[in-house]
């Protein structure tokens, strides 16, 4: 009976830390900035566990049960709150609490020749998610880093780790000097479509 009060107990601490890891390292889940894979593991593991965790503390408090299958239950549930904690650890990912993760499309040109840029999404299934694209002034070397907001992209199909080249964006002038038009194209989001004016002389 002593080593089934060990392994509850060990679960039940186990699955505390595996807990808190998985909400600080999913915060997004908690920002409104859902994500698929997120709400799986939020609604068949993570509440769950918690669920089977209560249960075997409320065991400890009311006194353990020492028939044959309270036994198996108790190993189970237990072993259930194992393997749901190093799931949670595991698909955590640890940049998550460290370094931003940056996705950006192939760099092009636009055609007068003045300008080279690239979009970046960084963070893009976080909480801390944002857009920018960056454009390089050819003539002078310098860099410029203009925030744009899709809003909620994370649930769009978009081309992350495409191989060769394409393009999320499409930079062209307008008739306005110094003002240019971005839009998205079909290789970014294939159910929307958004334009924006840059003013580069700003």
């Known amino acids: 009976m002593s080593y089934i009060k060990v392994i509850m107990f060990f679960s039940i601490i186990i699955q505390v830390l595996a807990s808190i890891w998985f909400i600080v390292g999913r915060t997004r ?7 698929t894979a997120d709400l799986a593991l ?12 209560m ?8 006194g353990l049960k020492t028939s044959n299958y309270a036994m198996i239950v108790y190993l ?11 799931f949670l650890v595991w698909s955590t990912r640890s940049f998550e609490l460290r370094e931003d993760r940056v996705f950006t499309d ?31 002034d050819l003539e002078t070397g310098n860099n410029n880093l203009i925030q744009i907001e899709f809003g909620n ?3 769009s199909p978009i081309a992350l780790g495409r191989s060769g080249d394409f393009h999320w964006i499409y930079k062209e002038t307008t008739d ?9 194209t079909t290789d970014f989001l294939l159910n929307d479509f958004w334009v924006f004016e840059v003013n580069m002389q700003t």
């Open 76 to 86: 189970l549930l237990s072993l259930f709150l194992y393997v749901a904690a190093i």
């Open 29 to 35: 889940i908690f920002q409104g900035n859902h994500h």
């Open 55 to 62: 249960i075997l503390i409320l065991s400890f408090m009311r």
């Open 153 to 155: 992209i994370g649930r």
């Open 176 to 184: 306005v000097d110094g003002i240019y038009r971005l839009s998205t």
């Open 42 to 53: 939020f609604l068949f593991v993570w509440i769950p566990s918690i669920v089977v965790s």
């Open 106 to 136: 192939t760099p092009q040109v636009t055609k007068n020749g003045r300008y080279e840029y690239h979009l970046e999404l960084v963070n893009l299934f976080r909480g801390t998610a944002e857009s920018r694209v960056v454009i390089r």
